[in-house]
């Protein structure tokens, strides 16, 4: 599976942003997907996923202001980021998980146990 992320840019505090990430090699139907992000002298931390059969999580930061999506068709996944602020800034990555078990995709769900990574687009919320 190879990940290509992109959508990020500079927004102003309260504005909105969406990621797309297009996935090739595997139909996207087929594997749970997942946004995380690093911010500036912080560690990577979980966004949000969707499992191949449609269930989201979001980490508490992005619930209410996050929406999490994919497009089978277009084998594209989004991340529909609104009321963005400062705190958002970051380097934002796509993952993946090929695995369809059950424990394997709660996990993911969780933020754990992703095998594949894309390369990170930089989000920068402006104060």
């Known amino acids: 599976v190879q990940l290509q992320a992109s959508g990020g840019g500079l927004v102003q505090a309260g504005g909105s942003l969406r990621l797309s990430c297009a996935a090739s090699?595997?139909?996207?139907?087929?594997?749970?997907m997942g946004w995380f992000r690093r911010a500036p002298g912080k560690e990577r931390e979980f966004v949000s996923a969707?499992?191949?059969?449609?269930?989201?999580s979001f980490a508490d930061p992005a619930k209410g202001r996050f929406t999490i999506s994919r497009d089978n068709a277009k084998n594209t996944m989004y991340l529909q980021m609104n009321s963005l602020k400062p705190e958002d800034t970051a380097l934002y990555y796509c993952?993946?998980?090929?695995?369809?078990?059950?424990?394997?995709?709660?996990?993911?769900?969780?933020?754990?146990?992703?095998?594949?990574w894309g390369q990170g687009t930089l989000v920068t919320v402006s104060s």
């Open positions: 993952t993946a998980i090929t695995s369809t078990g059950s424990l394997a995709t709660a996990q993911a769900l969780k933020g754990r146990g992703y095998d594949h």
């Open positions: 090699g595997v139909p996207i139907s087929s594997l749970t």
């Open positions: 969707v499992s191949w059969s449609g269930r989201t």
